[in-house]
């Protein structure tokens, strides 16, 4: 598989200095390899998603010395492949729908005991009798499509986490309204532009087993996946406005560029230096600039 790589921000906030960093590992990782190192907006969520974020976003990448090939991706202009592979699963019997609302889900999932994670959806709507199906389409709420995970374990190579495994609960793949749900449209989506390397925020570390369980239902390969330590504010929680002038309206470009190397134990940012086993392996504490 290629080392190609990519960011892929959602565009409903401005970048801060945790994403940028993020950004600038992921690019760090695809460039030192001599790799393609594409963007993609995540834009699923046309309630959250603005274009004015991802111009800011683009530009704030750029100022720091991001830059990536081919034109920019934009999920929501991919729809017709995130179908195409949500009717596939259909077609392979493992998607059922969900007509539970999140008020149901939290206490059923706090009742539910087992393997699962906390607050992993605990298969209500799998178990639904015809009858009962039929009731639930009668009350007219458009229903979510969830695939049928199987109680599935799956193990996978992080690099620099090593080997991590987590069980896999029954996931959205399609909301109500229609729109394709992230685990789905983030597996289709890094297949088709041939990403061979995901490097991204270790908060997402939690959502991956999923991933590659899809991946390996609709038979495709995944990628190899890096997931990045976060950056955190004094209070010990993940970085946010509230600790203070982090994006780039606060800050030249240059001082950003120097607290991310710093923040990586004062490494050089040019590719041909680059070491991934040489990153931090712990979260970093930002207490200012
Ligand atoms: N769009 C996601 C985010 O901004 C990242 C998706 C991914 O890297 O898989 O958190």
């Known amino acids: 598989m290629s080392s190609d790589g990519r960011y892929a921000p959602s ?45 800011r976003q683009l530009g704030d990448l750029n100022a720091i010395g991001v830059d990536w090939d081919g034109p920019v991706v934009r999920q929501s202009e991919r729809r017709a492949r995130h179908i195409e592979a949500i009717e596939r699963l259909k077609a392979d019997g493992c998607v059922y729908r969900c007509w539970c609302t999140r008020t149901e889900i939290r206490e059923a999932a706090s009742a539910a005991h087992g393997p699962l994670p906390e607050g992993a959806y605990p298969g209500t709507c799998r178990r639904l009798s015809a009858s009962e199906r039929f009731e639930c389409q009668m009350r007219g709420r458009p229903p979510a499509l969830r695939l049928d995970a199987g109680g599935e374990q799956v193990e996978f190579e992080d690099r620099l986490h090593g080997t991590v495994s987590g069980w896999v609960d029954d996931f959205v793949l399609q909301r109500g309204d229609g729109t394709p749900a992230y685990n789905l449209a983030v597996v289709v989506d890094d297949l088709d532009q041939g990403i061979g390397e995901v490097v991204r925020g270790e908060d997402l570390l939690d959502s991956t087993a999923r991933q590659v369980l899809l991946s390996r239902l609709l038979g495709l390969p995944s990628p190899g996946y890096a997931h990045v330590p976060l950056v955190l504010g004094a209070d010990g929680a993940r970085l946010a406005k509230r600790h203070g002038a982090i994006t780039l309206a606060g800050m030249p470009a240059e001082r950003a560029r120097e607290w991310i190397a710093d923040s990586l134990g004062g490494i050089s940012l040019d590719p041909a230096d680059f070491d991934p086993d040489a990153l931090p392996r712990m979260p970093t504490t930002f207490g200012g600039l």
């Open 11 to 55: 565009p409903t906030g401005a970048l801060h200095l945790g994403n940028l960093r993020t950004a600038m590992i992921a690019w760090l990782f695809a460039r030192s390899a001599g790799a393609r190192f594409l963007m993609r907006i995540d834009d699923l969520d046309p309630q959250r998603s603005r274009r004015e974020w991802e111009q």
